[in-house]
Antibody
Framework: EVQLVESGGDLAQPGGSLRLSCEVS????????MSWVRQAPGKGLEWVAS????????QYADSVKGRFTISRDNSKNTLYLQLNSLRGEDTAVYHC?????????????????????WGNGTTVIVSS | DIQMTQSPSSLSASVGDSVTITCQAS??????LNWYQQKSGKAPKILIY???NLEEGVPSRFSGSGSGTEFTLTITSLQAEDFATYYC??????????FGPGTRVEVK
């Protein structure tokens, strides 16, 4: 069974740091890109960051660029998100998600990128 | 940045109804558009990818269409388990990703 289990969420002070982890099982982790998506209380979904299967080419939402760092350890089947310089608006449930990526260089309509498996999330609260 | 809008923001419907949700992009995004369903307190679930492709295991009453800037998600013969919030999500080849604000489908 494919599973993604997040951990590391906690109460943190503004300006503080946290490290989130996402441990995966049931599939070959090193073959998939991964993403983090968050949801503030009562709000919609917000993409946070993505990373390639090799760990290369991390991409970030403008709202977290320079403060958050996505990384992975393929030997441990674990995805990470380092959260620094935390702000109140970072309060959210953070989900990790596996990415389905398919590219056809000859036909851009056959380029697919979507989150096909999600974890249940870990809660980050930023408050003094 | 590409901005996504969804309409309506919420709707009320009954079991058996057909409902349509629209997602509009601020610029041409080809067919690079996905749809997710999220039930309260749960993780999102992929329904449609590439604007019109049904994810494996998703009931055929869900369908997606559109390209460019206008996209629709249609649920025919709404079932009790379909009451949820639906999000569109765009992507591109530079891994720029964004979600629409969501459409809540409620029981009439």
């Amino acid at each position: 069974e494919v599973q993604l289990v997040e951990s590391g969420g906690d109460l943190a002070q503004p300006g503080g740091s946290l490290r989130l982890s996402c441990e995966v099982s049931g599939f070959t982790f090193s073959r998939f890109d991964m993403s983090w998506v968050r949801q503030a209380p009562g709000k919609g979904l917000e993409w946070v960051a993505s990373i390639a299967d090799s760990g290369a080419a991390p991409q970030y939402a403008d709202s977290v660029k320079g403060r958050f760092t996505i990384s992975r350890d393929n030997s441990k089947n674990t995805l990470y998100l380092q959260l620094n310089s935390l702000r109140g608006e970072d309060t959210a449930v953070y989900h990790c998600a596996r990415v389905f990526l398919s590219v056809d260089p000859g036909d851009k309509s056959l380029f697919y990128f979507y989150m096909d498996v999600w974890g249940n999330g870990t809660t980050v609260i930023v408050s003094s | 940045d590409i901005q996504m809008t969804q309409s309506p923001s919420s709707l009320s419907a009954s079991v058996g109804d057909s409902v349509t949700i629209t997602c509009q992009a601020s610029q041409d995004i080809n067919n690079w558009l996905n749809w997710y369903q999220q039930k309260s307190g749960k993780a999102p679930k992929i329904l449609i990818y590439g604007a019109s492709n049904l994810e494996e295991g998703v009931p055929s009453r869900f369908s997606g269409s559109g390209s460019g800037t206008e996209f629709t998600l249609t649920i025919t013969s709404l079932q009790a388990e379909d009451f949820a919030t639906y999000y569109c999500q765009h992507y591109d080849n530079l891994v720029r990703i964004g979600f629409g604000p969501g459409t809540r489908v409620e029981v009439k």
